[in-house]
C-alpha cells in the first residue's frame, strides 16, 4: 500500500520560511518523480515544483528563486524549502508521486501566509 504523509505546514509571517516534508512509502522511492503543487481557495490546484529521479528541477515562475524541491532517497522523503513567503503562498500543498502509468497524491498540508 503507498502512503505519502507530508508534514511541515502552518501559518507565517509574510517574509517567513517553511520546509514542508513528504514522506513516502509502498514505492521504490528512488525510480519515482516528485513533484508539488497548492491549490488556493477557489482556484485549481496548480503546479509549484518537479524533481526528476536523476534530480533535474523545474519550478513556476511565481516560487522560481524562493522555493527549491529537494529529496532524501535514504528516507525516502521529498522537501520543499520555502523562504521569502507571500500571502499569496497560502494555498493546501500537495505532494505527487509518479512514475510511467504510476500517480500517488498526499493528503496535502495547509500553509499561510499573514501580510
Known amino acids: 500500500q503507498v502512503q505519502l504523509v507530508e508534514s511541515g505546514g502552518g501559518l507565517v509571517q509574510a517574509g517567513g520560511s517553511l520546509r514542508l516534508s513528504c514522506a513516502a512509502s509502498?514505492?521504490?522511492?528512488?525510480?519515482?518523480?516528485m513533484a508539488w503543487y497548492r491549490q488556493a481557495p477557489g482556484k485549481q490546484r496548480e503546479f509549484v515544483a518537479v524533481?526528476?529521479?536523476?534530480?533535474?528541477?523545474n519550478y513556476a515562475d511565481s516560487v522560481k528563486g524562493r522555493f527549491t524541491i529537494s529529496k532524501d532517497n535514504a528516507k525516502s522523503t521529498v522537501y520543499l524549502q520555502m523562504n521569502s513567503l507571500k500571502s499569496e503562498d497560502t494555498a493546501v500543498y500537495y505532494c505527487?508521486?509518479?512514475?510511467?502509468?504510476?500517480?500517488?497524491w498526499g493528503q496535502g498540508t495547509q500553509v499561510t501566509v499573514s501580510s
Open positions: 505527487k508521486v509518479f512514475w510511467i502509468s504510476r500517480e500517488y
Open positions: 509502498g514505492i521504490i522511492f528512488s525510480i519515482f518523480n
Open positions: 524533481m526528476t529521479s536523476g534530480g533535474s528541477t
